[in-house]
Protein backbone atom coordinates (compact mmCIF):
# COMPACT_ATOMS: atom_id res chain seq x y z
CA UNK A 1 0.00 0.00 0.00
CA UNK A 2 0.94 3.30 -0.87
CA UNK A 3 0.47 5.58 1.65
CA UNK A 4 0.44 8.61 -0.16
CA UNK A 5 -2.61 7.18 -1.89
CA UNK A 6 -4.53 7.50 1.81
CA UNK A 7 -8.19 8.50 0.92
CA UNK A 8 -8.99 11.53 1.79
CA UNK A 9 -11.96 10.94 1.57
CA UNK A 10 -12.15 8.48 4.58
CA UNK A 11 -14.81 9.15 7.55
CA UNK A 12 -16.12 7.04 9.92
CA UNK A 13 -17.36 4.62 8.37
CA UNK A 14 -14.66 2.09 7.97
CA UNK A 15 -13.00 2.75 10.99
CA UNK A 16 -16.65 1.71 12.78
CA UNK A 17 -16.81 -0.95 10.28
CA UNK A 18 -13.54 -2.24 11.89
CA UNK A 19 -14.31 -1.56 15.11
CA UNK A 20 -17.32 -3.24 15.17
CA UNK A 21 -16.02 -6.49 13.50
CA UNK A 22 -13.54 -6.60 16.18
CA UNK A 23 -16.19 -6.64 18.87
CA UNK A 24 -17.81 -9.26 17.34
CA UNK A 25 -14.64 -11.20 16.82
CA UNK A 26 -14.30 -11.13 20.36
CA UNK A 27 -17.22 -12.08 21.31
CA UNK A 28 -16.96 -15.11 19.10
CA UNK A 29 -15.60 -17.51 21.68
CA UNK A 30 -16.67 -16.58 24.64
CA UNK A 31 -14.45 -18.05 27.92
CA UNK A 32 -15.73 -17.37 31.68
CA UNK A 33 -12.38 -16.59 32.37
CA UNK A 34 -8.69 -16.35 30.68
CA UNK A 35 -6.99 -19.59 29.84
CA UNK A 36 -4.22 -20.52 32.63
CA UNK A 37 -1.63 -22.55 32.16
CA UNK A 38 0.76 -23.05 35.13
CA UNK A 39 3.20 -25.11 33.45
CA UNK A 40 7.01 -23.16 33.59
CA UNK A 41 8.16 -20.83 31.64
CA UNK A 42 10.89 -22.54 30.03
CA UNK A 43 9.17 -25.86 29.49
CA UNK A 44 8.28 -26.99 25.71
CA UNK A 45 5.24 -27.75 25.55
CA UNK A 46 4.16 -31.62 23.97
CA UNK A 47 4.10 -32.04 20.48
CA UNK A 48 1.26 -29.84 18.96
CA UNK A 49 -0.08 -28.41 22.85
CA UNK A 50 -0.54 -24.65 23.47
CA UNK A 51 2.46 -22.25 23.25
CA UNK A 52 1.46 -19.39 25.63
CA UNK A 53 -1.66 -18.72 27.30
CA UNK A 54 -2.29 -15.20 25.68
CA UNK A 55 -4.81 -13.72 25.48
CA UNK A 56 -6.98 -11.03 22.66
CA UNK A 57 -8.88 -8.15 23.63
CA UNK A 58 -9.50 -4.57 22.71
CA UNK A 59 -9.01 -2.88 25.95
CA UNK A 60 -7.29 -3.44 28.83
CA UNK A 61 -8.66 -7.23 30.43
CA UNK A 62 -7.91 -8.78 33.41
CA UNK A 63 -4.50 -10.27 33.46
CA UNK A 64 -3.92 -14.04 31.42
CA UNK A 65 -1.08 -16.37 33.26
CA UNK A 66 0.90 -17.39 30.00
CA UNK A 67 2.17 -20.62 29.34
CA UNK A 68 5.41 -21.71 28.00
CA UNK A 69 7.85 -20.61 25.68
CA UNK A 70 7.54 -21.74 21.78
CA UNK A 71 10.02 -24.41 21.19
CA UNK A 72 11.92 -22.62 18.72
CA UNK A 73 12.18 -26.13 16.92
CA UNK A 74 10.39 -28.94 16.81
CA UNK A 75 6.80 -30.12 16.48
CA UNK A 76 4.45 -27.78 14.98
CA UNK A 77 2.45 -25.26 17.42
CA UNK A 78 -1.09 -25.28 16.65
CA UNK A 79 -3.74 -22.52 17.91
CA UNK A 80 -3.27 -21.23 20.88
CA UNK A 81 -4.92 -18.34 21.87
CA UNK A 82 -8.34 -17.91 24.12
CA UNK A 83 -10.58 -15.46 23.78
CA UNK A 84 -11.61 -13.02 26.11
CA UNK A 85 -15.10 -12.08 27.08
CA UNK A 86 -15.50 -8.33 26.82
CA UNK A 87 -18.48 -6.93 29.22
CA UNK A 88 -21.07 -5.77 27.01
CA UNK A 89 -20.86 -2.17 28.38
CA UNK A 90 -17.44 -2.74 27.89
CA UNK A 91 -17.52 -3.76 24.29
CA UNK A 92 -18.11 -1.23 22.21
CA UNK A 93 -16.13 1.99 23.60
CA UNK A 94 -16.58 5.31 21.10
CA UNK A 95 -14.41 4.49 18.18
CA UNK A 96 -11.93 7.53 17.07
CA UNK A 97 -11.61 8.28 13.60
CA UNK A 98 -8.11 8.46 12.22
CA UNK A 99 -6.76 11.54 10.35
CA UNK A 100 -6.46 10.65 6.84
CA UNK A 101 -2.57 10.67 6.19
CA UNK A 102 -2.69 12.51 3.26
CA UNK A 103 -0.58 16.06 3.90
CA UNK A 104 0.52 14.86 7.24
CA UNK A 105 4.15 15.39 6.61
CA UNK A 106 3.50 19.17 5.97
CA UNK A 107 3.38 19.48 9.71
CA UNK A 108 7.46 18.93 9.73
CA UNK A 109 7.12 22.50 8.40
CA UNK A 110 5.53 24.34 12.27
CA UNK A 111 7.09 21.48 14.41
CA UNK A 112 10.63 21.95 12.67
CA UNK A 113 10.26 25.83 13.40
CA UNK A 114 9.90 25.34 16.83
CA UNK A 115 12.95 22.94 17.21
CA UNK A 116 15.38 25.66 15.77
CA UNK A 117 16.75 26.68 11.99
CA UNK A 118 16.11 23.99 10.07
CA UNK A 119 19.30 22.04 8.31
CA UNK A 120 18.27 23.72 5.05
CA UNK A 121 18.05 27.28 6.15
CA UNK A 122 20.86 27.42 8.05
CA UNK A 123 22.87 25.94 5.01
CA UNK A 124 20.84 28.51 2.27
CA UNK A 125 22.20 31.34 4.36
CA UNK A 126 25.72 30.48 3.70
CA UNK A 127 25.13 29.48 0.14
CA UNK A 128 23.25 33.00 -0.45
CA UNK A 129 26.96 34.93 0.45
CA UNK A 130 28.25 37.02 -2.38
CA UNK A 131 31.57 34.99 -3.56
CA UNK A 132 31.41 32.55 -1.50
CA UNK A 133 35.21 31.81 0.19
CA UNK A 134 37.16 28.76 1.41
CA UNK A 135 35.98 29.77 4.71
CA UNK A 136 31.94 29.28 3.89
CA UNK A 137 32.47 26.07 2.36
CA UNK A 138 34.41 25.46 5.59
CA UNK A 139 30.63 26.92 6.95
CA UNK A 140 29.08 24.30 5.11
CA UNK A 141 30.81 21.15 5.70
CA UNK A 142 30.71 21.96 9.30
CA UNK A 143 26.85 22.50 9.16
CA UNK A 144 26.25 19.08 7.70
CA UNK A 145 28.55 17.50 10.15
CA UNK A 146 26.54 18.91 12.94
CA UNK A 147 23.47 17.85 11.31
CA UNK A 148 24.12 14.28 11.34
CA UNK A 149 24.54 13.96 7.63
CA UNK A 150 27.78 11.72 8.04
CA UNK A 151 30.80 12.70 6.49
CA UNK A 152 30.37 10.66 3.09
CA UNK A 153 26.85 12.29 1.97
CA UNK A 154 28.56 15.01 3.33
CA UNK A 155 31.97 15.34 0.92
CA UNK A 156 29.35 14.43 -1.70
CA UNK A 157 26.66 17.16 -1.37
CA UNK A 158 29.50 20.28 -0.87
CA UNK A 159 31.03 18.66 -4.21
CA UNK A 160 27.90 18.89 -5.97
CA UNK A 161 27.53 22.09 -4.71
CA UNK A 162 31.08 23.61 -5.95
CA UNK A 163 30.69 22.56 -9.46
CA UNK A 164 27.39 23.96 -9.53
CA UNK A 165 28.48 26.91 -8.33
CA UNK A 166 31.46 27.15 -10.80
CA UNK A 167 29.86 25.92 -14.12
CA UNK A 168 25.97 28.02 -13.20
CA UNK A 169 27.25 30.21 -10.99
CA UNK A 170 24.58 31.49 -8.21
CA UNK A 171 22.94 34.91 -9.61
CA UNK A 172 20.60 35.53 -6.20
CA UNK A 173 18.75 33.85 -3.59
CA UNK A 174 15.91 32.18 -5.69
CA UNK A 175 18.93 30.12 -7.64
CA UNK A 176 20.69 29.28 -4.64
CA UNK A 177 17.43 27.85 -2.95
CA UNK A 178 16.67 25.87 -6.05
CA UNK A 179 20.31 24.30 -6.37
CA UNK A 180 20.40 23.25 -2.78
CA UNK A 181 16.93 21.90 -3.16
CA UNK A 182 17.87 19.41 -5.66
CA UNK A 183 20.57 18.42 -3.99
CA UNK A 184 19.14 17.84 -1.17
CA UNK A 185 16.89 15.81 -2.74
CA UNK A 186 19.30 13.64 -4.21
CA UNK A 187 20.78 13.45 -1.10
CA UNK A 188 17.78 11.71 0.49
CA UNK A 189 16.98 10.21 -3.12
CA UNK A 190 13.73 9.92 -3.89
CA UNK A 191 14.08 7.03 -5.80
CA UNK A 192 13.76 4.81 -2.94
CA UNK A 193 11.06 2.28 -2.80
CA UNK A 194 9.18 3.91 0.70
CA UNK A 195 5.89 1.58 0.15
CA UNK A 196 4.90 0.00 3.46
CA UNK A 197 3.99 -3.45 2.53
CA UNK A 198 0.48 -4.70 4.29
CA UNK A 199 -1.17 -6.14 1.71
CA UNK A 200 -2.35 -9.91 2.85
CA UNK A 201 -0.87 -12.87 0.98
CA UNK A 202 -2.33 -16.20 -0.42
CA UNK A 203 -0.22 -19.47 1.48
CA UNK A 204 0.76 -22.57 -0.43
CA UNK A 205 -2.74 -23.92 0.26
CA UNK A 206 -4.48 -21.14 -1.00
CA UNK A 207 -5.63 -19.94 2.19
CA UNK A 208 -5.26 -16.06 2.78
CA UNK A 209 -2.29 -15.17 5.26
CA UNK A 210 -2.45 -11.86 6.64
CA UNK A 211 0.82 -8.90 6.15
CA UNK A 212 3.03 -9.51 9.44
CA UNK A 213 5.09 -6.44 10.02
CA UNK A 214 7.76 -6.94 12.87
CA UNK A 215 8.47 -3.70 14.48
CA UNK A 216 12.14 -3.52 16.21
CA UNK A 217 14.94 -0.78 17.55
CA UNK A 218 15.68 0.02 21.03
CA UNK A 219 14.14 0.70 24.37
CA UNK A 220 12.50 4.15 24.42
CA UNK A 221 12.89 5.09 21.09
CA UNK A 222 8.85 4.92 20.28
CA UNK A 223 8.42 1.47 19.08
CA UNK A 224 5.14 1.14 20.64
CA UNK A 225 4.04 4.02 19.92
CA UNK A 226 4.34 3.16 16.65
CA UNK A 227 2.63 0.66 16.48
CA UNK A 228 -0.10 2.04 17.81
CA UNK A 229 -0.37 5.39 15.45
CA UNK A 230 0.21 2.93 12.56
CA UNK A 231 -2.30 0.82 13.40
CA UNK A 232 -4.45 3.92 13.41
CA UNK A 233 -3.39 4.58 9.55
CA UNK A 234 -4.25 0.95 8.63
CA UNK A 235 -7.66 0.90 9.89
CA UNK A 236 -7.53 4.35 8.18
CA UNK A 237 -7.14 2.51 5.17
CA UNK A 238 -9.80 0.27 5.49
CA UNK A 239 -7.31 -3.04 6.67
CA UNK A 240 -8.47 -5.07 9.83
CA UNK A 241 -5.34 -5.48 12.21
CA UNK A 242 -4.55 -7.40 15.01
CA UNK A 243 -1.72 -6.21 17.26
CA UNK A 244 0.69 -8.70 19.27
CA UNK A 245 2.68 -7.33 22.33
CA UNK A 246 5.34 -9.20 22.41
CA UNK A 247 7.41 -6.54 24.33
CA UNK A 248 6.82 -8.56 27.11
CA UNK A 249 10.15 -7.05 29.17
CA UNK A 250 8.35 -3.79 30.21
CA UNK A 251 4.38 -5.18 31.15
CA UNK A 252 3.05 -1.71 30.62
CA UNK A 253 3.96 -2.15 27.30
CA UNK A 254 1.29 -4.23 26.50
CA UNK A 255 -1.54 -2.17 27.65
CA UNK A 256 -0.27 1.13 26.49
CA UNK A 257 -0.46 -1.30 22.83
CA UNK A 258 -3.92 -2.39 24.21
CA UNK A 259 -4.79 1.13 24.76
CA UNK A 260 -3.86 1.99 21.19
CA UNK A 261 -5.95 -0.61 19.99
CA UNK A 262 -9.23 0.06 21.68
CA UNK A 263 -9.40 3.57 20.51
CA UNK A 264 -9.61 2.20 17.36
CA UNK A 265 -11.63 -1.34 17.51
CA UNK A 266 -8.30 -2.76 17.16
CA UNK A 267 -7.61 -6.24 19.27
CA UNK A 268 -3.84 -6.84 20.86
CA UNK A 269 -2.68 -10.49 21.77
CA UNK A 270 -0.83 -9.43 24.85
CA UNK A 271 0.59 -11.75 28.04
CA UNK A 272 0.23 -10.54 31.74
CA UNK A 273 3.45 -12.13 32.99
CA UNK A 274 6.39 -10.02 33.15
CA UNK A 275 9.13 -11.88 30.99
CA UNK A 276 6.94 -14.00 29.06
CA UNK A 277 8.12 -15.62 25.71
CA UNK A 278 8.11 -12.91 23.03
CA UNK A 279 8.10 -15.38 20.39
CA UNK A 280 4.71 -17.39 22.08
CA UNK A 281 3.06 -13.89 22.24
CA UNK A 282 4.15 -13.10 18.53
CA UNK A 283 3.52 -16.55 16.77
CA UNK A 284 -0.56 -16.27 18.70
CA UNK A 285 -1.04 -12.99 17.11
CA UNK A 286 0.06 -13.52 13.63
CA UNK A 287 -2.31 -17.32 14.25
CA UNK A 288 -5.32 -14.79 15.52
CA UNK A 289 -4.69 -12.73 12.42
CA UNK A 290 -4.95 -15.40 10.37
CA UNK A 291 -8.37 -17.11 12.42
CA UNK A 292 -9.74 -13.96 11.81
CA UNK A 293 -9.25 -13.06 8.50
CA UNK A 294 -7.00 -9.64 9.50
CA UNK A 295 -5.35 -7.97 6.58
CA UNK A 296 -2.39 -6.86 9.06
CA UNK A 297 -0.68 -8.07 12.13
CA UNK A 298 1.55 -5.51 13.81
CA UNK A 299 4.07 -6.76 16.79
CA UNK A 300 5.64 -4.91 18.84
CA UNK A 301 9.15 -6.30 20.64
CA UNK A 302 11.05 -5.26 23.49
CA UNK A 303 14.67 -4.81 21.83
CA UNK A 304 16.22 -4.14 25.44
CA UNK A 305 18.78 -6.91 25.12
CA UNK A 306 22.33 -5.51 25.93
CA UNK A 307 24.64 -7.38 23.45
CA UNK A 308 24.27 -8.76 19.86
CA UNK A 309 24.23 -12.21 20.57
CA UNK A 310 21.40 -11.85 22.54
CA UNK A 311 19.36 -9.62 20.19
CA UNK A 312 20.51 -12.00 17.47
CA UNK A 313 18.62 -15.16 19.39
CA UNK A 314 15.24 -13.11 20.38
CA UNK A 315 14.72 -11.63 16.94
CA UNK A 316 15.75 -14.63 15.18
CA UNK A 317 13.50 -17.07 16.79
CA UNK A 318 10.60 -14.35 17.05
CA UNK A 319 11.28 -14.38 13.27
CA UNK A 320 11.39 -17.93 12.65
CA UNK A 321 8.20 -18.74 14.81
CA UNK A 322 6.07 -16.13 12.94
CA UNK A 323 7.15 -17.47 9.70
CA UNK A 324 5.78 -20.73 10.39
CA UNK A 325 2.87 -19.11 9.79
CA UNK A 326 3.30 -16.36 7.88
CA UNK A 327 5.80 -14.44 6.01
CA UNK A 328 6.73 -11.09 7.30
CA UNK A 329 6.18 -8.32 5.05
CA UNK A 330 8.28 -5.97 6.36
CA UNK A 331 10.63 -5.33 9.49
CA UNK A 332 10.61 -1.44 10.39
CA UNK A 333 13.26 -0.25 12.53
CA UNK A 334 12.38 2.51 14.51
CA UNK A 335 14.96 5.21 15.63
CA UNK A 336 14.81 8.03 17.86
CA UNK A 337 16.51 11.33 15.50
CA UNK A 338 17.34 12.63 18.43
CA UNK A 339 19.78 9.86 19.26
CA UNK A 340 22.46 11.08 16.10
CA UNK A 341 25.06 8.93 16.13
CA UNK A 342 24.18 6.60 18.96
CA UNK A 343 21.11 5.93 16.51
CA UNK A 344 23.06 5.15 13.83
CA UNK A 345 24.95 2.31 16.33
CA UNK A 346 22.00 1.03 17.33
CA UNK A 347 20.68 1.27 13.21
CA UNK A 348 24.03 -0.97 12.66
CA UNK A 349 23.17 -3.72 15.03
CA UNK A 350 19.84 -4.14 13.90
CA UNK A 351 20.06 -4.14 10.34
CA UNK A 352 23.12 -6.84 10.82
CA UNK A 353 20.27 -9.22 13.09
CA UNK A 354 17.00 -8.30 11.67
CA UNK A 355 16.49 -8.08 8.32
CA UNK A 356 15.14 -4.52 8.18
CA UNK A 357 13.00 -3.63 5.30
CA UNK A 358 12.02 0.31 6.28
CA UNK A 359 12.95 2.62 8.99
CA UNK A 360 10.48 4.54 11.07
CA UNK A 361 12.52 8.01 12.15
CA UNK A 362 10.24 9.05 15.35
CA UNK A 363 10.69 12.53 17.26
CA UNK A 364 11.82 14.36 14.02
CA UNK A 365 9.71 16.86 15.57
CA UNK A 366 12.54 17.46 18.57
CA UNK A 367 15.40 18.13 16.13
CA UNK A 368 16.12 20.17 13.22
CA UNK A 369 18.95 17.72 12.74
CA UNK A 370 17.25 16.64 10.01
CA UNK A 371 20.49 15.21 8.32
CA UNK A 372 20.17 11.78 10.49
CA UNK A 373 17.56 10.90 7.52
CA UNK A 374 20.32 10.72 4.87
CA UNK A 375 22.80 8.90 7.27
CA UNK A 376 20.92 6.31 7.93
CA UNK A 377 19.32 5.40 5.11
CA UNK A 378 23.36 5.24 3.82
CA UNK A 379 23.90 3.34 6.84
CA UNK A 380 21.50 0.66 6.52
CA UNK A 381 20.88 0.38 2.43
CA UNK A 382 16.81 0.98 3.49
CA UNK A 383 14.65 3.66 2.87
CA UNK A 384 13.17 6.02 5.95
CA UNK A 385 9.39 4.70 5.10
CA UNK A 386 7.67 6.46 7.67
CA UNK A 387 8.34 9.94 10.16
CA UNK A 388 7.44 10.65 14.22
CA UNK A 389 6.22 14.34 14.68
CA UNK A 390 4.80 14.30 17.74
CA UNK A 391 3.46 12.35 20.79
CA UNK A 392 -0.35 12.68 19.06
CA UNK A 393 -2.11 9.85 18.03
CA UNK A 394 -2.00 10.88 14.47
CA UNK A 395 1.19 11.94 14.43
CA UNK A 396 2.70 9.38 12.29
CA UNK A 397 3.68 10.20 8.49
CA UNK A 398 4.89 8.51 5.00
CA UNK A 399 7.61 10.17 4.38
CA UNK A 400 8.22 11.75 1.35
CA UNK A 401 11.19 13.52 0.39
CA UNK A 402 10.24 16.50 -0.82
CA UNK A 403 7.73 17.55 1.67
CA UNK A 404 10.59 17.26 4.20
CA UNK A 405 13.41 19.02 2.08
CA UNK A 406 10.70 21.73 1.54
CA UNK A 407 10.39 21.59 5.29
CA UNK A 408 13.97 21.77 5.83
CA UNK A 409 14.17 24.91 3.59
CA UNK A 410 11.22 26.60 5.08
CA UNK A 411 11.77 30.56 5.09
N1 LIG B 1 7.96 14.08 20.41
C1 LIG B 1 7.75 12.83 20.02
N2 LIG B 1 7.66 11.86 20.95
C2 LIG B 1 7.46 10.58 20.54
C3 LIG B 1 7.37 10.24 19.17
N3 LIG B 1 7.20 8.89 19.08
C4 LIG B 1 7.19 8.43 20.36
N4 LIG B 1 7.35 9.44 21.24
C5 LIG B 1 7.41 9.36 22.71
O1 LIG B 1 8.54 8.58 23.08
C6 LIG B 1 8.29 7.94 24.33
C7 LIG B 1 8.67 6.48 24.24
O2 LIG B 1 7.76 5.85 23.37
P1 LIG B 1 7.41 4.29 23.47
O3 LIG B 1 6.50 4.01 22.33
O4 LIG B 1 6.96 3.90 24.82
O5 LIG B 1 8.84 3.67 23.19
P2 LIG B 1 9.27 2.13 23.08
O6 LIG B 1 10.36 2.06 22.09
O7 LIG B 1 8.09 1.27 22.84
O8 LIG B 1 9.85 1.89 24.52
P3 LIG B 1 9.97 0.49 25.33
O9 LIG B 1 8.61 -0.12 25.43
O10 LIG B 1 10.50 0.93 26.66
O11 LIG B 1 10.92 -0.36 24.57
C8 LIG B 1 6.83 8.21 24.65
O12 LIG B 1 6.75 9.26 25.57
C9 LIG B 1 6.24 8.62 23.30
O13 LIG B 1 5.13 9.48 23.43
C10 LIG B 1 7.49 11.31 18.19
O14 LIG B 1 7.45 11.11 16.96
N5 LIG B 1 7.68 12.57 18.68
Do not use: C
Request: proline content about 7%; glycine content about 10%.
Amino acid sequence: MDFNDLLPYLVGVPVLAAGVAAAVRLRRRPTDTPRTDTRPAETPPAGGAPAAGTAVADRPAAPADTGPAVPDEGPEVTGTTDLLEVPEDLATPPLETPAPTAGRLRRLRERLARSGSPLGTRLLGVLSRDQLTEDDWDELEETLLLADVGAGPTDELIEALRTRVRVEGLRDGEQARAVLREQLLALVDPTLDRTLHTTPTTGEDGARVPAVVLVVGVNGTGKTTTVGKLARVLVADGSSVVLGAADTFRAAAADQLETWGSRVGVPTVRSDRDGADPAAVAFDAVRAGVRDGADVVLVDTAGRLQNKAGLMDELGKITRVITRTAPLSEVLLVLDATTGQNGLNQARVFGEVAGVTGIVLTKLDGTAKGGIVVAVQRELGVPVKLVGLGEGPDDLAPFDPEAFVDGLLQS
